[in-house]
């Protein structure tokens, strides 16, 4: 069993749709990341939280260290918003472990 | 400047080749890393410098090389190569690589090399 567990692997979705990825992880971590990478390469770094919920813009990233848990939801979602959405947790040091990201497809 | 920068994008090398890859960054981070990711799955870490210093190296074959020439620069130098390392190649950085309370110690991430070995 992997460290961290996204869900689901794969999301289409209409333009407009509010969309939820989920996060567990079975460690103690100091920080959660969420990640995008567009198709090409680069990585992008949306959110870094430890506690609570954070928002930028349509996007919002909450997390509940008792359940191990951290959702990303996009609201009003635009195909522009297609890509790999990572979540990655810092448990010691510098070092991330990442989960195995979600393809998300929204189409218009 | 919050940008981390990455040379070239793209590389096609044979395996007798030796090249280098360049990262470089001006936030004054103290800590940088290069990843290795293959298409469809998370970026594996390879290596990570702390104040210039080698401080994790995740058992890479000795055919890739880092250097920190200093603390804005990362290089990668590879030689012999074989075509399974052929992937993305990404750099990132962070303000430094001990523990820091809660969300002290973000990664940037550059846009990567796509390196492809013939």
């Known amino acids: 069993k992997n460290e961290v567990e996204q869900s689901p692997q794969n999301l289409t979705a209409q333009e407009g749709e509010f969309i939820t990825i989920n996060c567990s992880y079975s460690?103690?971590?100091?920080?959660l990341h969420w990640l995008q990478q567009h198709p090409g390469g680069g990585i992008v770094s949306l959110f870094m939280?430890?506690?609570g919920k954070k928002k930028h813009g349509r996007l919002i990233a909450t997390i509940n260290i008792q359940e191990k848990h951290s959702s990303l939801h996009i609201t009003a979602s635009h195909p522009r918003d297609s890509a790999v959405y990572i979540c990655?947790?810092?448990?010691?040091?510098?070092?991330?472990?990442f989960g195995e990201g979600t393809q998300l497809t929204v189409n218009p | 400047d919050t940008e981390v920068t990455q040379t070239p994008k793209h590389l096609v090398m044979g395996m007798t080749n030796k090249k280098s890859l360049k990262c470089e960054q001006h936030?004054?981070?103290?800590?940088m890393y290069w990843y290795k990711q293959k298409a469809k799955k998370p970026p594996e870490l390879m290596f990570v410098?702390?104040?210039?210093?080698?401080?994790i190296n995740e058992s890479v074959p000795s055919r890739f090389s880092p250097e920190c020439p200093n603390s804005s620069l990362l290089n990668l130098h590879l030689h012999a190569l074989q075509p399974e390392d052929s992937a993305l190649y990404l750099c990132?950085?962070?303000?430094?690589?001990?523990?820091?309370?809660?969300?002290?110690?973000?990664?940037?991430f550059g846009p990567g090399t796509r390196l492809t070995v013939l």
């Open positions: 939280l430890s506690s």
């Open positions: 936030m004054g981070h103290r800590a």
């Open positions: 990132a950085s962070s303000r430094g690589s001990t523990v820091l309370a809660g969300e002290g110690n973000e990664q940037f």
């Open positions: 410098y702390s104040y210039e210093k080698l401080s």
């Open positions: 990655a947790v810092r448990s010691s040091g510098s070092r991330l472990t």
């Open positions: 460690v103690g971590i100091s920080a």
